[in-house]
């Protein structure tokens, strides 16, 4: 996170949002790809995990753009729809998902 507006708060008991004003979806996914990456090389036991005997992340990124006037519920929707594809999909991985695609 490079810019003084960024945010990264507990949004849950194990979830995180992180808030990256002014960035588009190409950075957004490095980002994210980033920290998971950093999170998974400090090889952090977890003996409870049925994934890994280490910390990973899985994370799910959504983008607002000005023009799509989404509300801020819908972000967090598609935010948390793209996480469990990357959970479904074996975790420790960075999504996205394309709105569009996307039942109501």
Not at 12 to 41: M, Y
Not at 56 to 61: K, Q, R
Request: charged share 30%.
């Amino acid at each position: 996170m490079a810019d003084g507006r960024d945010l990264c708060a507990r949004y849950g008991g194990e979830e995180f949002v992180v808030l990256l004003p002014n960035t588009d979806e190409k950075s957004a996914l490095q980002i994210a790809e980033k920290l998971r990456k950093n999170i998974e090389l400090e090889n952090i036991p977890h003996q409870y995990s049925r994934v890994s005997h280490f910390v990973t992340v899985s994370v799910g990124v959504a983008t607002l753009m000005p023009q799509k006037a989404l509300p801020p519920e819908r972000l967090v929707e598609l935010a948390d729809k793209a996480l469990y594809r990357a959970k479904d999909l074996g975790r420790n991985q960075v999504r996205t998902l394309d709105e569009k695609n996307l039942s109501p």
